[in-house]
């Protein structure tokens, strides 16, 4: 019954729409979803590279060209809203004091989202890697957890900075 109230005075006066994240303390923080982002943005950059090959693209190449764009413009948003979260929901004064590079490496990653975005170009991707790499070893040393590096076992199969939970346990 009170649905319904809500419902019909909503329809008549829409309500704004409130969304968040992490504005509670919810505590559930992990940079590897900004890296899976990168990693699908080099993956789109090599799908586009053989793309490149051919002297003309059919409609259907033309349709995956601005596909392939449109996801890697997308995984560069991904990759901006992962690390500003976490940099400005989880990153306090005493990780600052014992990471004094995270500002301006948050920087850093924002700027070169915003040229892998706007370029078709691995090495951009690559440099946005490692910089969301670093981000993510800081992250996990300011969590007390151990890191190692390892190939992900998926094209475009790069280094990725994983947390050892194992040796954390």
């Not at 992250?139 to 890191?147: H, L, R, S």
Request: some cysteine; glycine content about 2%; charged content about 25%.
């Amino acid at each position: 019954m009170i649905f319904e109230l809500l419902t019909r005075l909503d329809k008549k006066n829409p309500f704004d729409t409130a969304s968040a994240h992490c504005d509670i303390p919810c505590k559930i923080y992990d940079p590897m979803s900004a890296q899976l982002a990168v990693l699908t943005m080099i993956r789109m950059v090599d799908l586009l590279e053989e793309l490149k090959a051919n002297t003309q693209l059919s409609f259907e190449q033309q349709a995956t060209f601005y596909r392939l764009v449109a996801e890697k413009e997308n995984h560069g948003k991904i990759v901006k809203e992962e690390i500003r979260v976490i940099w400005g929901d989880y990153i306090k004064q005493p990780q600052l004091e014992t990471h004094p590079q995270l500002h301006q490496l948050t920087h850093e990653i924002m700027l070169a989202a915003s040229f892998a975005k706007q370029h078709i170009d691995r090495a951009a991707t690559l440099k946005l890697l490692d910089k969301v790499n670093q981000f993510a070893d800081i992250f996990w040393q300011t969590k007390g957890v151990a890191t190692y590096t390892a190939h992900c076992p998926y094209p475009p199969a790069e280094t990725l900075i994983y947390p050892d939970l194992k040796a954390s346990a």
